[in-house]
């Protein structure tokens, strides 16, 4: 039968495939994706679409079967991630509150419905004992910002930063895009944190210490939500004041504070 079928597009050929999206018959690789243009056609099966028992064959059944093991490991990555199960309760807000106050680190979340609140994706691992942290880094000399999702409170700041300016270990397509990090020298490099609870005109910032671990430098200081940490360059501070060494510094560069407009 299939093979007494005329192709679907050109109507002349004997037609040699069958799409399995719309069932189209077509006779050759032209054919085919003229019909894929025409009826804004994928090509792809739809996996949920009905089968009478009638056409219902072998691959059929193979497909349905891949179709829910499919299913089955979605389920069973969404079981295992966290995140995905993390509760947005006024019992686990004050939890995490609790136990980044054992860490002298004032933790404060803003009301549901904020854009920092949705996406804050911190947790606190009870088995493990430690946080896992929503972390956002922000590199202003190039523009870029980048979202870490679970990072473990026990990883130093400079292996954090390695897969973003390490010339060796960083992804080279970032890499390409914070070349003018990746091209200077470590010692060169400053992190800092907002100090939150300012006024506008009085933005300042501490500078981290890279060496130590995340949650080291979190200590005595006030979080909302998440921790968000500008990656800055020395050699680059043409519209930077520095108030103190290893300290506080003040920063009036346009591109950093447009992040928080």
Known sequence: MFLLSRCETCSEEEAKYRCPRCMKYSCSLSCVKKHKLALSCNGVRDKTSFISVNEFTDLNLLSDYRFLEDVGRTADAAARDLSVHRPTTNKFINYLRNRARRHNINLKTLPIGFTKRKENSTIFNKKEQKFYWHLKLVFPHCHAEYTLKRVPEDKTLT??????IDPVESDPVVCQRLKIYTMSPQSDVQILMKIENRKQNSIRYNELDASRSLLENLKNKVI??????FVVLKKLKNDMVVLGQGKHIFISCNSILRYFS
């Open 159 to 164: 292996d954090i930063l390695k897969p973003y």
């Open 224 to 229: 909302i939500e998440y921790p968000t940490l």
